[in-house]
């Protein structure tokens, strides 16, 4: 069974560039948000396998969606992506529950390592 991700960046050419990495290595894209707000949304209706997670967004930002996505299931499994030089803001994303963090632009080894990786500690 192919694992079922959620997308999320408020950047619908990252959304795109995300979706495009996974699918063509056999992952399944079962939804994508553009804001933390959907994030959360989506997550309670799709129960996906992970999520990957923009940190700057409007309407609520990408930890705060962390937090909460975690309120809701411990377990959840998030993947954060930032834009060079946001250091503190991965450091706050690992603290508030993120798995590991991927760095923009991507790189679509570095996306499958993190999302394997990920997706083995479960």
């Known amino acids: 069974m192919s694992n079922r991700i959620l997308v999320v960046d408020d950047a619908a050419f990252m959304r795109m560039m995300i979706k495009e990495i996974l699918t ?3 992952f ?3 939804g994508e948000a553009s804001d933390g707000q959907q ?3 989506k997550y309670k209706e799709l129960h996906p396998d992970l999520v990957t997670m923009d940190i700057t967004m409007p309407e ?3 930890i ?3 937090k909460e996505i975690r309120a809701i ?3 959840a499994r998030v993947i954060m992506c930032s834009a060079m030089g946001q250091q503190a803001m991965v450091i ?3 603290q508030a529950g993120a798995k590991d963090f991927i760095v923009k632009p991507f790189q679509a080894d570095r996306v499958l390592e993190a999302i394997r990786k990920t997706l083995q500690t479960a």
């Open 64 to 66: 705060q969606a962390l």
């Open 73 to 75: 299931d411990n377990g």
């Open 39 to 41: 994030a959360v949304e």
């Open 28 to 30: 399944e894209v079962v």
């Open 24 to 26: 063509k290595n056999g």
């Open 60 to 62: 609520m930002d990408g």
């Open 92 to 94: 706050d994303a690992i």
